[in-house]
């Protein structure tokens, strides 16, 4: 008799459990809670690469995806020391333009050609807000690039970073 009314007990609680999660709401709610803690992934932090520079070595982002590319350092107020956002192109001969469109800090830019240093922009200055994109001022290397190294304005005077300096970036 016991072992029936225990089997009742728990038919009874299934079947509330199950009307319960029958409401779209509920069920919803607690599914949604079980993908988030279960299903998805932990962000995970973001791996900084290393890149040297004369003999100088730079803690790095890579844009590496069209998105990151034309966002760039746009919104950020600082680098951390001796760090920077390297872009790469695997397009030959490319002379690519950079703005300071959304820029909220200085920057140096460090243009680099087959593993040197080719060209430097120093202490690049942010646009006004209200600039229009077309009367943003571009700037381009004097001749082709595969790498540019972004850094905050002031690091290659403070580190010394000069036009012909190998660059290098561990694999």
Do not use: H
């Amino acid at each position: 008799m016991k072992q029936i009314a225990g089997l009742f007990v728990i038919l009874i609680a299934i079947m509330l459990s199950a009307a319960w999660l029958s409401k779209s709401d509920n069920s919803t709610k607690i599914f949604s809670a079980i993908e988030a803690t279960t299903l998805s992934p932990s962000p995970s932090p973001e791996v900084k690469k290393t890149i040297t520079v004369g003999g100088k070595t730079f803690f790095i982002e890579i844009a590496d995806t069209p998105e990151k590319r034309q966002k760039g350092l746009s919104g950020r107020k600082e680098l951390e020391k001796n760090s920077g956002l390297l872009f790469i192109f695997e397009k030959q001969n490319t002379r690519p333009p950079f703005w300071m469109k959304g820029m909220e800090m200085s920057i140096d830019i460090v243009w680099i050609d087959n593993d040197r240093v080719i060209q430097l922009n120093t202490d690049v200055k942010p646009e006004p807000t209200d600039t229009p994109d077309k009367d943003l001022r571009l700037y381009t290397p004097n001749q082709p690039v595969d790498q540019v190294l972004e850094l905050s304005a002031g690091t290659v005077k403070e580190m010394k970073v000069r036009v012909g300096d190998k660059v290098e970036i561990p694999k």
